[in-house]
């Protein structure tokens, strides 16, 4: 099939074709009520027989349609037939849901007038044309067609020339219909992006979307780094002390061993919450609040090193969100003193309860030598500054002159006020 054949009857412009058929259909109920209101002011013409009625019949039709394709449940049916049917790039995306902006509802009608305007020329025009063609064209071989034409009534005219050309004027005629077709088609789906496609107001409420579902899988990301890493932490050191002191003293292994069961059995709980998140709907940020200030006590006492605690304040007046990130920020304080301190070291954690603000500062000891950059690629780190971030803190880490690794972090208790827009 040549490239211009393609074009006229190929695959793709029949299905454009078929989509021209179906908006003349859709325009047919508008046309009707056109007659209806045509009728009204020139009762003596037949809107059917007489072509400037039928004009303005159609003319009538199309504002009609246009009001009606401003509902916001039209967009969603025009592109799924224009999926369907037009033939788009792939790198021409449409929108999806319904037309939730004026500007989305203008261009939604927009396209619907043009649709079914086109589609009701390219209608009429097969319904006329393929019939009519057909006998130009069987005019030579079937004398019926000639007699009803009246051909020998119309004086001066040849007979002759007009049969042998009139299978040309046929074929002629249904190669006219199809370039109409294909170039109304090509026009339809050139227009397709523009007044289908996303508008501004569509691409941020997308965008919005999207920082959303990732921020909800950052923070599922945090809470797997802190709670999982955490117990992975305790529980190698807690494995290994038991492992060198095995035959020597089992007391200690039973109370390693205890610490053990009772951490992988928390953190199970904890990843079942988290990766439970994973099959609801919504962005999950109530069952993402996790354990608060309240629930130190085991994590303190089961860490692994010797803790040392002093509060100033009643950490349980502290609200929940910042209690639960306060939790999970001392969690990661503690695992790396786990795995970077020094084995056995104290470790020191001072919490602060203000009228505006949390503050709390690990410090851990240093190995001895000169300092270096803590392994494990700043995941931790970097995920407590995130949460402090998320709630209007900030958060500090690193090596001190006095030979300790210091983490503190300040939290607001109270959200951030947003900025009006």
Sequence with gaps: MTPLIARLVGRRARLRWLHLIIGGALLMPYFLVGTVVVGLYAPDVNPFTSLPAQLAAFGCALPMAAVTALLPTARPLSVAAARALCGLAPDRPLADGPAASRQARARSAAWFTLHVGLGGIISGMTLALVPFSVCVAALPFVPALRESAALDA??????????????????????????????????????????????????????????????????????LHDSVGHALSAVTLQAGAARRVLDSDPGFVREALTAIEETTRRTVGELDAVLGLLRQDGDG??????????????????????????????????????????YRIVQEGLSNALRHGVPGSPVRLRLGVGARELTLVLDSALPPGPPVARPGGGRGLTGVKERALLLGGATEAGPRDDGVWRLAARLPLQAPAKEPR
């Design 285 to 326: 940020s109530d069952a993402l609040a996790g354990p608060g200030l309240d629930a130190l006590g085991g994590p303190l006492a089961r860490c692994g090193v010797p803790v040392r605690y002093e509060a100033d304040g009643d950490p349980g007046a502290v609200p929940g969100p910042v209690s639960a990130e306060a």
């Design 154 to 223: 119309r004086p001066g005219l040849d007979h002759t020339w007009v049969l042998a050309v009139a299978p040309l004027a046929g074929a002629a005629m249904l190669v006219a219909l199809a370039g109409c077709a294909a170039a109304a088609g090509a026009l339809l789906a050139n227009r397709a992006p523009v007044l289908l496609g996303p508008t501004p107001d569509d691409r941020l409420a997308a965008a919005e979307r999207r920082a959303a579902e990732l921020a909800v899988r950052n923070r599922l990301a945090r809470e």
